[in-house]
Each structure stands twice: as structure tokens, then as C-alpha cells.
């Protein structure tokens, strides 16, 4: 047995030496989200990151000194007109994302961008036939939570247990700095777009507290099927909630946080007459997917269970040539923003 175990570790390290990334790519932007959850997985993964670029001339050698082998830049054009770059990788403020997208791609670059990667489906439109026209360079939208384990497992066990309706909570504390509906609620409206398709708003209401908390309470209504959301700065960033219960003909799955994934079972019925309520029984419960907590490997590192690491490699292995699936590119965030839209005239 001890053979095996180290046989099998042998092979796991060799896959993990031979694996290397060979193009060259940039980094736009250096701000708090960027070092914390994006730079690690580059670093991790050993991406030839060649170019840092960003707007304050000061960061220039504190950036060179703390990325030994990075070239700092206040010029993006800099950046794109070497050809050796084949990926750029952009997380800046929201603002300033659509036209330094449109830049990358329209000189022929592969794109990774932050969300929210453009404000209307109209910039959607424009940068998906700049991306056509680019040849071969591609564009993914950083919506992690696409490429969180939990949810890429969740997403296929639906497809064998059609939803019947499903809650999702998503509440956190005020978010005076930005606009939440594009900058928090956009994860979670996302991805009940991504799990379910586009829904029809069927209920709407606003909620405003005195200090500008933000409470959104939504019906949804998909194909044969509807949920019910509450987003949220009403409550408390050091308790914040992001659950999504999906409830099915045979049982209910739970997603806490993307940490988990729990599904619990129905109890049988005989002739409509509920056993576990004439009999009793056990509460059954199934974890699907979990981090640990204990043992501190990538899987149980939050980079990996949010879906950080996952959307990186994604970009790279398409950058290479190599075969992978992109789960967040620019036409499959449509049905995204027309909810945003439609979300976004009834708050007008």
C-alpha cells in the first residue's frame, strides 16, 4: 500500500512539473482585489507574467522590486504593441474596463476581464464583434462563481433533477463606494442566468434604509419553473449570507457560500400519504462537495472553491491552443444583463 500511495504521488508531481505556459501575458491593474485573489493563482501557476501595467508612475519600482522579471507600465500601448504578449489579463475599476477591453481585443489579444466587464448589453454587443473580428484572440469575464467546484457539480446534477423552484439569499453590508447591482448582485443574478437561463421578473420590490442599505426582493419566473432572490446591503460584511436552495421532484441541493454542496433527499410517499411524517425516521443529508477546513491543499483553499483558480487556468489553456471549456465568454453573459436591465428600470 505504501508503494502505491507513493507511486501515485510521483505521478501527481510529475504532471504538475510538466505542465508550463509558454505565451506571454500582461497584467493590468494592481489593486487590492488583484494582489489578494488573482496575482496568487499567476504566481501558483506560473504564468510568464512579462508586463504589470498601471496608471500611478510612483508604483512603478515597487512593483518591479516585489515581481522580479515584470516590466512596469504607465503605457498600455506599450503592452499591446509586443507581440510576444498573447493574453492580458484586466481588473481596474469598473469605469475604465469597457475601453481598455476594446483596446486589448481590437489589437488582436486574448482578454481576461473583471466583472463587471461593461455597463449595457450594448458595449456587450460591440466587444463581441470587435472579439469576432480579432482573429483567433478570445475574451472570459471573471464571474468566478461559474467556475466555483460547487457549482460546476451542481449544474450537472440539475440537468438530471429538474429544478421546481429555488431561494437565494445574498446579503452582505452598505456599499457606498459603487453600484451594487453591477458590482455585488451581479454574481449571484448571474448565476441563476447561468444555472436556469433567463427569467421573466414577475415580482419587484425596493427596499432603502435611512443609511443607503439596499434590499432588493425579486420573482423570478424561468420555464416550468420559478425562484426567489433577496439581494442585499441591508446586513453586515462581517456576517455576510450567499445560499441558494434548489428544491426538486426528489430532493433539495443547498450551495453555501460555494464552500458546499449538500443535497438532502424527499421522503417517499405511498398513495400520497407522506411515510416519514406517519413513520419518522432520519434526516438524511449528502455532502457533495466541501472544503475540509483541515488539510491545506489547493482544493480547500478559497482561490479554488470561489472558482478564482479555475477561471485563470481556463484562460491560459485557451490562450495555448489547448482544448477547454470557456464558461464565461461575452455571449454567455446576455441573458445576464438583459436581467440587470430590466432590474435597472424598475429602481430608475
Not at 31 to 41: D, E, F, I, M, R
Not at 141 to 149: A, C, D, I, W
Not at 274 to 280: C, F, H, N, S, V
Not at 310 to 319: A, G, H, P, R, Y
Request: with cysteine.
Amino acid at each position: 500500500m505504501e508503494n502505491l500511495f507513493s507511486r501515485y504521488r510521483r505521478i501527481m508531481n510529475m504532471r504538475r512539473l510538466s505542465e508550463e505556459f509558454r505565451c506571454g501575458y500582461a497584467f493590468v491593474g494592481v489593486g487590492g482585489h488583484s494582489v489578494q485573489n488573482l496575482y496568487p493563482v499567476i504566481d501558483y501557476l506560473h504564468i510568464p507574467l512579462t508586463y504589470i501595467c498601471c496608471r500611478d508612475r510612483r508604483k512603478l519600482p515597487l512593483i518591479e522590486r516585489k515581481y522580479r522579471g515584470v516590466r512596469a507600465t504607465v503605457e498600455l500601448g506599450e503592452v499591446l504593441a509586443d507581440e510576444a504578449v498573447k493574453g492580458v489579463f484586466v481588473s481596474v475599476g469598473r469605469r475604465a474596463h469597457y475601453e481598455i477591453a476594446k483596446r486589448v481585443l481590437s489589437a488582436g489579444k486574448s482578454l481576461f476581464i473583471e466583472k463587471p466587464p461593461f455597463e449595457t448589453s450594448g458595449q456587450l454587443c460591440e466587444l463581441s464583434a470587435i472579439e469576432q473580428r480579432a482573429g483567433g484572440a478570445l475574451a472570459l469575464v471573471g464571474l468566478q462563481k461559474r467556475y466555483s467546484p460547487s457549482v460546476v457539480l451542481l449544474r450537472k446534477r440539475l440537468a438530471s433533477f429538474p429544478p421546481l423552484s429555488y431561494r437565494y439569499v445574498y446579503a452582505t453590508g452598505r456599499y457606498p463606494e459603487g453600484d451594487p447591482l453591477l458590482e455585488l448582485f451581479i454574481h449571484p443574478l448571474d448565476l441563476v442566468c447561468h444555472l436556469f437561463g433567463l427569467p421573466v421578473v414577475k415580482g419587484f420590490q425596493r427596499i432603502v434604509s435611512d443609511d443607503g442599505g439596499l434590499t432588493l426582493l425579486l420573482l423570478l419566473e424561468h420555464s416550468g419553473f420559478s425562484g426567489i432572490m433577496e439581494l442585499s446591503t441591508n446586513y453586515s460584511w462581517l456576517k455576510p449570507v450567499d445560499e441558494l436552495s434548489v428544491n426538486t421532484a426528489k430532493g433539495e441541493f443547498r450551495v453555501s457560500g460555494g464552500e458546499a454542496l449538500r443535497y438532502s433527499p424527499h421522503g417517499f410517499s405511498l398513495l400520497g400519504v407522506p411515510l416519514e411524517k406517519a413513520l419518522g425516521g432520519a434526516v438524511v443529508q449528502k455532502t457533495l462537495f466541501r472544503s475540509d477546513g483541515f488539510t491545506p491543499t489547493l482544493v480547500n483553499n478559497q482561490v479554488y472553491t470561489q472558482g478564482y483558480f479555475s477561471e485563470i487556468k481556463t484562460f491560459v489553456t485557451l490562450v495555448e491552443g489547448r482544448r477547454c471549456r470557456n464558461l464565461s465568454s461575452l455571449p454567455s453573459l446576455r441573458e445576464t444583463y438583459c436581467l440587470i436591465e430590466e432590474i435597472r428600470k424598475r429602481l430608475i
